[in-house]
C-alpha cells in the first residue's frame, strides 16, 4: 500500500522533472522508480515515518493555517527590524510537546523553527527548547496553540 | 479580460511584497545584535519573501509545468529552511555561543549550560 | 518591470548579506550569511529565468536549493566535529 503510493508520487516528481513524454524516457522512469521503490524497501524505510499518508487529508487544512500564522509573525518581525530603537528582547523557554509520534515532534519543531520570530534550539525526548525574538513571541509559543494545532494535525488529540 | 487583470494585479502585488520583505529581512541580518536574532531575520527572507516571490511567479506562468516546478521550489524552501536554520542554532550553541537574553525562562543547569548542547 | 524590481531587491539583499559575512563576528554568522545568499540565489535564478525568457533556468534552482542545504549541514558538522566522517558513540534517542 505505502510501496504503491510512494511509487506513484516518485512517478509523478519524474514526470515533472522532465517534460519530455517520449516511449523511452517513460520506460525509463519506471526503470528509476522500480529501482528506487526497492532500494529503500531493502533499507526498511517505508513506514509511518518514512512515508505519512496518514497526515495527507489533514494538510488541506493545516497548510493555510500555518501560512496565515507566519504571514503575521512577519510582519511582526519586520515591524521591529524596521523600527528605529530595534525592541527585542529575546527570550528562551522550554516548552512540553503534546505529539506523540516522534513525526509530531519533529512538525512541531519545524513549524516553530518556520514562523518567523520563534526558533527551535533542541530537543530532548519531548521537550523542546525555544528562543523567543520578544517576550510576547515567547508568551504566544507557551499559549500553546500552535501545540494543540500540530497535535490535531498529528492526529493524536 | 478582467480576470486576467485580477491575476497579473495579483501577480504584481505579490512579487512587490517578496521583494520588500527580502529587503527588510536582508537589513534585519545586518542590523541584529547576534547569531539567534539575525536567524529570525533569515528566516524572513525564506518563508514570506520566497514564498511572495514564487506565488507571484506561479500566478504569472499560468498552468504549465513551470508552475509545478515553482511549487517544488516552494516545498523545497518549507523544508530545508528550518533545518538548516535548527542547525546553524544548535552548533553555535553546542559551540557555547550564548544568546544574549532578555529574560531566560529555562529551569537552571549547573554552569548554565543548556542539556540539549551535547 | 516588475521581474526587473525584484531582480535589484534580491541584488541589493545579496549585498547586505555579503556586509554581513564580512563583518560577522563569529563563523556562525558567516555559514548563516552563506545560506541565506544561497537562498536569495536561488530566488535570483527564478525570477531572471523569468526576466529572460527562459524557465528553465528553475532546474537549475532546484539542484541549488538540495546543494545549499547539504553544504550548509557539511560546513557546520566540519565545525562541530573537525570531521566529516564524524559518527557519534551511541545513536541519539527518540
Known sequence: ?157 | MTMEMVIFGLSWLLIGIGSVFVVIGAVGIVRMPDVFTRLHAASLIETLGGGALLLGLMLQAGFTLVTLKLAMILLLFVFTAPVATHAVAQAALHQEVMPKLASDRRPHQAGGKSPEAR | MMFLMATIAILIAMALVVVRAIRGPTVFDRVLAGNVIGTLAILLLAVVGFLLGRPEWLDIALTYGLLNLISTLAVLKFFRHGDLAFVPKEPPKL
Not at chain 1, 23 to 40: A, I, T
Open chain 1, 1 to 157: 500500500m505505502r510501496t504503491v503510493s510512494l511509487g506513484i508520487v516518485l512517478f509523478l516528481f519524474w514526470l515533472t522533472l522532465s517534460g519530455h513524454y517520449t516511449n523511452f524516457l517513460l520506460s525509463v522512469g519506471v526503470g528509476c522508480v522500480v529501482l528506487c521503490l526497492l532500494l529503500v524497501h531493502r533499507m526498511g524505510l517505508i513506514d509511518s515515518e518514512g512515508h505519512p499518508i496518514a497526515m495527507l487529508p489533514r494538510t488541506l487544512t493545516y497548510y493555510p493555517w500555518l501560512a496565515w500564522e507566519i504571514v503575521k509573525s512577519s510582519l511582526g518581525v519586520a515591524k521591529i527590524i524596521l523600527s528605529p530603537s530595534l525592541p527585542i528582547s529575546p527570550t528562551m523557554t522550554l516548552i512540553k510537546a503534546r505529539q506523540k509520534t516522534s513525526v509530531g515532534i519533529a512538525t512541531f519543531g519545524n513549524c516553530i523553527t518556520l514562523t518567523p520570530g520563534t526558533l527551535t534550539t533542541g530537543v530532548a525526548d519531548d521537550e523542546v527548547t525555544v528562543h523567543a525574538l520578544t517576550r510576547d513571541g515567547a508568551n504566544d509559543i507557551q499559549a500553546g496553540r500552535l501545540n494543540q494545532r500540530v497535535a490535531k494535525f498529528e492526529g493524536s488529540a
